[in-house]
């Protein structure tokens, strides 16, 4: 059975794991990662959810998905690119770029931690997962941002444009 642990609305981890699907008490929270994923050539890979997605299905997205019990966020970012697209990511390669908060109605919520990662198509390419991921492309920054943008805040886009111009400097 998977297992989450359970944070406070500052990200700080209250000694309590659960199982993935259960509810909340009021003022807790789950830990989230998504990972940006920038291309040797200056592309971003962008992922088409499954068509039997729970959430958002068939949507052009990011990367990113649930923290395990007793994983850090940059663990769960590089799990998710392998487990969604077969990419192996090291967690210390990853550049932190953002922690939201959201809430919800129960007052439960969820941590968002974003990351950013240059990556390198593998030889064998990308393999994705079904479950998990329909499609995917590597497209140019601003389409990237079109398409990421359907459900993501005004602060998450301009962490996004900043990385970007930040990667274009380097």
């Not at 090291?90 to 129960?106: A, G, I, K, V, Y």
């Not at 389409?143 to 886009?157: I, L, P, Q, T, W």
């Amino acid at each position: 059975m998977e297992m989450r642990d359970v944070f406070d609305k500052d990200g700080r981890f209250t000694g309590k794991t659960v199982p993935k699907h259960a509810q909340l008490e009021k003022g807790e929270y789950f830990l989230h990662a998504i990972v940006i994923l920038r291309m040797e050539d200056g592309g971003y890979l962008l992922q088409q959810r499954s068509l039997k997605a729970r959430w958002y299905a068939g949507a052009w997205d990011v990367t990113g998905g649930g923290v395990s019990a007793g994983e850090t966020s940059a663990q769960a970012a590089a799990r998710e690119a392998y487990e969604e697209l077969g990419l192996i990511l090291s967690p210390d390669s990853l550049r932190f770029l953002l922690r939201q908060r959201t809430e919800w109605e129960d007052g439960t919520g969820l941590i968002t931690d974003t990351f950013l990662a240059r990556a390198k198509l593998p030889p064998q390419g990308v393999r994705p997962n079904p479950r998990e991921v329909n499609d995917w492309k590597i497209v140019p920054f601003e389409a990237y941002y079109r398409a990421v943008m359907f459900n993501k805040d005004a602060e998450f886009g301009r962490a996004l444009r900043r990385a970007e111009e930040e990667m274009n400097s380097l």
